[in-house]
């Protein structure tokens, strides 16, 4: 889509208009198109009125930035806040099968709808589609709060991540409506930090509520934040209003994009979540699934190419070497770093027999590591410019602390957790944001949005992915340890509770086993088992190291240009205007 972007820049006002050309200096940031006397602009002979910028007062631009941090974070907090209680509630509902599509369900949803929110915001502007994504989630957060089954808790839960992933993806794209290159990579890093300590304080919270509230108050405490967020937006928030007509905008939507790429999405990833527990690998329901929606793939792609008139991704975008790079090693992390958060809740209660509120706890080096190294890396890259040896130092960081989560076993203490869980957390949180400014750094700023969302997109959907994959393989490997159980004397029932599918669901088990010697076996199976989740992390965790050396470095502009949305048939909509204030 062509989105209206307007600069200025001295160089290009007609002599005869220097009066008007005479603006005061600019800040870096915070500015906003107010009513005023036009200038004439001669950009290659063409001229155009537009109107003059003027700096938003403090107050409204930090109203702005805590409704879109908070956007972020309830958004976030939901991607992990069940991680703890995800055991209760599948006890209490009586659904052992439910056990990964509580949290999967949301992290599908995120990763198939992101890209269609971020084009609906090209079509109709920012704010009122941030509104609706706000309004979304407080309705689904309600359902979920309410809900009596499974099923329906899981229908609440793709609502929710649906739009979740529409805020994460909207509020990206507006911090970099708003900064310059080198004043965003602050904001940016400081966005890491909300996105951390969410995600950190997510399993604490959803632990302490399901041990000793409900765990329906995961879903009730949304509400809250999500009206003070909507208020704040729907005030302060004054970014251009396209006032695209609705019909006009139904046509311009990429209707076959946007299904193709949800239905790559979801029948991908239904395929992987449903092969070896609900049905064979064989399976004529698994083998339909993971192939139509891989042949999604080749439909999204002539859609790009051949059928949209807006597409929701140019494919121009994956011409340069470094845009692809940032966006691989964007995957390799979205893949790797979730899984801490996901799967160490589950190492502690099954193996050293934590509280959900305790493991929550303990996962906390990895989220406060995250969230230390985002905001560094967001304040050297605002002063330095410089981001390509952060991101080399993030993925050697990554892959050394993923390696070592290899050899937790039932031996393994607490202190020695703590310190490798730092070492990744360090290194995750060095790779959240610079890739991204990579990617923003190479395109000119009218695609800004579409590599953001794409980059978002793609991100969502490596940790829905992770999720999926960390748990087949967790739930194979321990069905491979039944023979070793039945050995140890563990009951034919409770073999088959702790093997495939229901064996996570059931880990509240364990304590009740008597026998000391089996009561151990069943921990060292766990510990087996989610051995080979590691594994298969720190390779993908190696996989990045490399691709960290494709990235080429750009200059980070000092120049704030501040995008217009809407539907225009302009094919050169693109000037500057010089800061004169540096960021």
């Known amino acids: 889509m062509d989105l209206q972007t307007t600069t200025f820049s001295s160089t290009h006002v007609n002599k005869a208009d220097d009066a008007s050309a005479e603006l005061p200096p600019s800040p870096s940031h915070g500015l906003r198109p107010e009513p005023a006397q036009a200038a ?10 537009e109107p003059v910028a003027v700096p938003r007062t403090r107050f409204r631009m930090f109203a702005i930035l805590v409704a879109l941090f908070l956007s972020l974070f309830i958004a976030a907090l939901d991607a992990t806040i069940v991680a703890t209680a995800i055991p ?22 995120n990763a198939a709808g992101s890209p269609i929110w971020s084009k609906l915001s090209d079509i109709w502007g920012r704010k009122p589609i941030l509104l609706a994504a706000v309004a979304m989630f407080f309705g689904s957060s309600i359902m979920c709060a309410k809900a009596p089954s499974m099923g329906l808790l899981i229908v609440g839960r793709s609502f929710q991540g649906t739009a979740g992933g529409g805020l994460i993806q909207l509020v990206n794209i507006t911090i970099s409506d708003l900064f310059s290159m ?15 300590l969410a995600g950190g304080i997510g399993p604490i919270i959803g632990g302490v509520l399901a041990e000793y509230v409900s765990w329906r108050w995961i879903f009730w405490i949304n509400l809250p934040v999500s009206g003070i967020t909507f208020f704040l937006i729907l005030i302060f928030l004054d970014v251009h209003n396209p006032k695209t007509k609705i019909l006009e905008g139904i046509k311009a939507i990429d209707w076959w994009g946007s299904m193709s790429i949800l239905g790559l999405t979801l029948m991908l990833l239904l395929g992987l979540d449903f092969g070896g527990v609900l049905f064979a690998w064989k399976s004529a329901t698994v083998i339909c699934l993971i192939v139509f929606g891989s042949l999604m793939s080749i439909l999204f792609v002539f859609s790009e190419k051949r059928l949209a008139r807006y597409p929701l991704m140019p494919l121009d975008l994956f011409r340069n070497r470094s845009n692809v790079a940032s966006l691989v090693l964007c995957f390799l992390h979205g893949v790797v770093f979730v899984a801490g958060e996901y799967y160490m809740p589950l190492y502690f209660q099954s193996v050293h027999s934590a509280s959900p509120s305790r493991s929550g706890l303990l996962v906390l080096p990895i989220t406060f590591g995250a969230a230390l190294m985002g905001i560094t890396a967001g304040f050297a890259i605002h002063r330095s410019g410089r981001y390509l040896k952060i991101i080399w130092v993030g993925t050697v960081l990554l892959t050394i602390g993923t390696a070592l989560y290899i050899h937790f076993d039932v031996r393994s203490s607490i202190a020695e957790i703590i310190v490798v869980e730092t070492i990744a957390g360090f290194g995750g949180g060095l ?5 991204l400014i990579a990617l923003q750094a190479s395109v000119p700023q009218k695609d800004v949005a579409t590599a953001t969302a ?14 999926v994959i960390g748990g087949v393989i967790f739930q194979n490997c321990m069905e491979t340890r039944a023979p070793f159980l039945k050995a140890a004397g563990v009951q034919d029932t409770l073999v088959q509770k702790f093997s495939g599918g229901e064996a996570a669901a059931n880990i509240l088990l364990i304590g009740a086993i008597q026998d000391a010697n089996q009561q151990r076996a069943v921990k060292e199976a766990f510990a087996w ?8 992390y720190a390779c993908i965790a190696g996989c990045g190291v490399v691709t960290g050396f494709f990235i080429v470095r750009q200059v980070l502009s000092e120049e704030h240009v501040e995008t217009k949305t809407g539907i225009s048939d302009v094919k050169d909509n693109t000037t500057s205007r010089n800061d004169t204030i540096a960021p």
Do not use: M
Not at 529 to 536: K, Q, T, Y
């Open 40 to 49: 004439s602009i001669d950009i290659e002979a063409f001229s155009i009125d």
């Open 88 to 109: 209760t509630i599948s006890s209490e509902l009586n659904s052992a099968s439910g056990y990964t599509w509580v949290g999967g369900a949301y992290l599908l949803a």
């Open 182 to 196: 080198r004043s965003r990579s602050l904001y940016l890093g400081l966005l890491e930090f909300v996105w951390a």
């Open 431 to 435: 790779l959240f944001e610079p890739p």
């Open 454 to 467: 794409t980059f978002g997109f793609i991100r969502n959907l490596a940790t829905s992915l992770s999720v």
């Open 529 to 536: 088992s989610l051995r080979f989740i590691w594994v298969f």
